[in-house]
C-alpha cells in the first residue's frame, strides 16, 4: 500500500500546460476487443463463456458506433455540455444494431432468450430505459437487459463526445462527474501523452478531465489518498481509497502499456473490489460488463 499526498506529487521541473478536458478520439471499442480477446487466451476454461459473451458484446457495439452518423453536437452553454434531448433518438437505433448484430452469433440459449425478449421494445420504451440510465427516470429496467443498454447508450455518446468542440475552460473549475454528460467516473488514469497528470475517465461518453492526485474522487477531501492493489506495486491496476468518505475507484496506471483498457482491467482486477468491500468501502460506479 502507498499513499497520495501533496508532498510526493510535486511536478519536478516546468509544469506541463494541463488540459482539463480530453475528449475521447476513435471507436474505443475496437480495442477492446482486442484486450478482451487478449484475456480469454490467459483465463481459466471457465470463463471462456463469460469473455467470450463480452467480446461478442463489445464488438457489435463497435460495429453499430462505426455506423453510426451524427451531426457535430450543440453544446450546452454550462456542465454537463452534452444535450440528453439532442442524443437520445439516435438510442433506440443503435441499440436494436446491436441486438440484430448479436442475435447471428452462437450464444447461450439464456443470452437468446434475452435478445428475442428485447426485440419487440419500442423506441419509446427504449427511450425511457436510456433516461433511467441516466438517471432521469425511475422506470424499472430488467436486470438482464442492463448490459445491452448501457452499451447502446455508450456507443452514442462518446460518438457525439468525439465530434464536439470544447469551449474555453479553466483548470480551477475541477469536476466530480463528467463536464460532458454528467456520469461518474468508472476510474482514474496515468496516460503517457498526459505529463504524468492524472485524469478521471467517464463511464458513459469516456471523457476524461483533469483530476490533481491528492484529491478524492468523489468528496472534498484534498488530503491523503491510499493507493492499494493485491498483486504490489509493480501492477498496473490498483484502487484509490479514501479515508474521508470510504469511496474508492480504481486507477490504472497505462504510462507502461497505453493499449491497457480501462473496462478489461476492471474486470481482470474484481479480487481487489471483493476485498475493498469486505472492508466496507464503495464504489459509486459500476463497470458495464458487471451490469
Excluded at 425511457?128 to 442492463?146: F, R
Excluded at 496515468?190 to 478521471?200: A, K, Q, T, V
Aim: charged share 20%; with cysteine; aromatic share 8%.
Amino acid at each position: 500500500m502507498s499513499q497520495f499526498t501533496p508532498e510526493n506529487n510535486v511536478l519536478v521541473g516546468t509544469i506541463p500546460d494541463i488540459k482539463p478536458i480530453l475528449l475521447p478520439e476513435g471507436n474505443p471499442f475496437t480495442s477492446r476487443v482486442m484486450q478482451f480477446e487478449k484475456m480469454e487466451i490467459s483465463a481459466p476454461e471457465s470463463l471462456h463463456s463469460t469473455i467470450n459473451f463480452w467480446i461478442h458484446l463489445t464488438e457489435a457495439a463497435k460495429n453499430a458506433y462505426a455506423d453510426l452518423e451524427m451531426n457535430a453536437p450543440v453544446l450546452n452553454a454550462q456542465t454537463p455540455f452534452l444535450k440528453d434531448a439532442e442524443l437520445l433518438p439516435y438510442f433506440p437505433n443503435v441499440f436494436k444494431h446491436i441486438v440484430a448484430a448479436l442475435n447471428a452469433k452462437k450464444l447461450s440459449t439464456e443470452v437468446k432468450a434475452v435478445l428475442t425478449a428485447m426485440a419487440d421494445l419500442s423506441d419509446e420504451t427504449l427511450i425511457s430505459y436510456a433516461k433511467t440510465l441516466l438517471g432521469q427516470s425511475s422506470d424499472e429496467i430488467a436486470k438482464e437487459y442492463l448490459p445491452f443498454l448501457s452499451i447502446a447508450l455508450k456507443a452514442v455518446y462518446v460518438k457525439s463526445a468525439t465530434l464536439a468542440t470544447l469551449p474555453k475552460l479553466e483548470v480551477e473549475q475541477g469536476f466530480h462527474d463528467c463536464p460532458m454528460c454528467g456520469d461518474a467516473p468508472i476510474a482514474s488514469v496515468l496516460d503517457p501523452m498526459d505529463n504524468g497528470l492524472r485524469y478521471l475517465v467517464c463511464n458513459n461518453c469516456e471523457t476524461k478531465w483533469h483530476k490533481v492526485r491528492s484529491t478524492c474522487h468523489s468528496c472534498p477531501n484534498t488530503g491523503k489518498i491510499e493507493l492499494l492493489s493485491l498483486e504490489g506495486q509493480e501492477s498496473p491496476m490498483k484502487a484509490e481509497s479514501c479515508p474521508e468518505c470510504h469511496a474508492y475507484i480504481k486507477h490504472l496506471d497505462r504510462t507502461k502499456n497505453p493499449m491497457l483498457d480501462v473496462y478489461v482491467e476492471d474486470l481482470a482486477t474484481l479480487a481487489l473490489d471483493f476485498t475493498l468491500a469486505e472492508e466496507n468501502q464503495q464504489r459509486l460506479s459500476m463497470n458495464l460488463y458487471l451490469r
